[in-house]
């Protein structure tokens, strides 16, 4: 379950920021112990670039179009819901 409201972690939240705009690798992974809410930072910062996306400048002067939230919790893809 996730939190309505986000509260904290700004340190992840800027790390991850960071890692979008400055550094040159796809992937960026969060890890450790269940429970402290990996899963809610990532969601959080999903939401983060969803609505301010198209302002932040990645690589060539490039912004976001669409943003695809997908937990390691789910099961499978429905590519469907994603259009």
Same mark, same amino acid.
């Given at each position: =379950?996730? +939190? #309505?409201? $986000? +509260? %904290?972690? &700004?340190?992840?939240?800027?790390?991850?920021? !960071?890692?979008?705009?400055?550094?040159?690798?796809?992937?960026? $992974?969060?890890?450790?112990?269940?429970?402290?809410?990996?899963?809610? =930072? =990532?969601?959080? $910062?999903?939401? &983060? +670039?969803? *609505? !301010? %996306? #198209?302002? &932040?400048? &990645?690589?060539?002067?490039?912004?976001? *179009? #669409?943003?695809?939230?997908? @937990? =390691?919790?789910?099961?499978?893809? #429905?590519? @469907? !819901?994603?259009?």
């Amino acid at each position: =379950a996730l +939190i #309505r409201n $986000f +509260i %904290g972690r &700004i340190d992840v939240l800027s790390e991850l920021l !960071n890692w979008v705009v400055e550094e040159d690798e796809p992937r960026k $992974f969060l890890y450790g112990r269940g429970g402290s809410r990996k899963s809610t =930072a =990532a969601y959080e $910062f999903s939401k &983060i +670039i969803r *609505d !301010n %996306g #198209r302002y &932040i400048e &990645i690589c060539d002067r490039k912004t976001f *179009d #669409r943003v695809v939230f997908l @937990s =390691a919790k789910e099961k499978s893809l #429905r590519s @469907s !819901n994603y259009r």
